[in-house]
């Protein structure tokens, strides 16, 4: 056993004479010694070195992007449900903005043939108005305004009342020239009075809604109590902007003849009550 280890080291340790040699004349090119021991030597210097090139490759290079690492199961988890998360928020945004906006058509009596023409109109000029006129209240008024405001209904405190105690302010002074009529689609009362006439908040509430429309002017939109909405169309100008609180018979705007889908001066007046239009005529004497 140990004869034969010897002869195998021997041998690993025998030199040997490599030649190189041209196979067309059988020229000597070059010739060298080696053994076993150097080729197995350099052969292991040769493999450390390539080992450790590819680990620095992969460590430190972007190579390392293209082989999986461990994920934290924490961290993977919370970002899925981030990720479903943003993905709901996304979609109720959506879905709150397509609602409003087709209820700012509806309130300001277009659809969509006429939305993009509306978004590129521009509010022509509004005429000066001597507004000092417009907010003079009559002896009769003042008195309707304080049996209204005050004793059993008190509109003034902000709380839900009942339907029968709501007190309706007629819009403006003047004549009913074509009623409510929804077989023909007119969900309103259409209104003449004098030039420059005011017109006036029917009851108190806020104002959600006071632009421009090409097709139906100068348009303002007042919230009510017991989800009552009143709509006021083809003004001249408006008084109020969003966000004011007015009370019943306060002038809100100017009645006029803005806007396309309109034949002459007048005040086109709609009430609607829970998302549905109602004959104003049933609430109010004009």
Not at 39 to 64: K, Q, R
Not at 172 to 199: C, E, K, Q, T, W
Request: hydrophobic share 40%.
């Amino acid at each position: 056993m140990d004869k034969k280890k010897t002869s195998l080291l021997s041998r690993l340790n025998d030199k040997y004479r490599v030649n190189i040699i041209n196979p067309d004349n059988f020229e000597e090119i070059s010739s060298f010694t080696a053994s076993w021991t150097l080729v197995l030597m350099a052969a292991s210097v040769i493999f450390l070195f390539s080992f450790v090139l590819c680990v620095m490759l992969l460590a430190y290079t972007p190579l390392v992007n293209y082989f999986d690492k461990p994920v934290d199961q924490v961290v993977q988890g919370e970002t899925l449900r981030l990720t479903q998360l943003a993905d709901s928020l996304s979609e109720v945004l959506n879905v709150q903005t397509r609602y409003i906006d087709n209820h700012l058509r509806i309130l300001k009596g277009e659809d969509e043939m006429y939305a993009e023409e509306a978004n590129k109109e521009v509010p022509p000029p509004q005429k000066e108005v001597d507004e000092a006129s417009l907010f003079y209240v009559s002896p009769q008024d003042s008195s309707l305004r304080r049996e209204l405001q005050g004793g059993q209904y008190n509109l003034g405190d902000g709380r839900t009342k009942r339907n029968e105690a709501l007190h309706f302010y007629s819009p403006v002074d003047g004549l009913v020239n074509s009623g409510f009529d929804p077989a023909i689609g007119h969900y309103a009362v259409d209104l003449i009075a004098s030039r420059d006439a005011p017109v006036k908040a029917t009851l108190d509430g806020t104002v959600v809604f006071s632009e421009f429309s090409s097709t139906t002017g100068h348009v303002i939109v007042l919230q009510h109590l017991n989800n009552y909405i009143s709509i006021y169309k083809h003004n001249s100008v408006l008084l109020k902007q969003v966000g004011n609180f007015v009370h019943a018979g306060e002038p809100i705007a100017v009645i006029g003849n803005s806007g396309e889908m309109t034949t002459g001066p007048h005040l086109h007046f709609e009430l609607w009550l829970n998302g549905r239009p109602i004959d104003p005529e049933n609430f109010i004497i004009f």
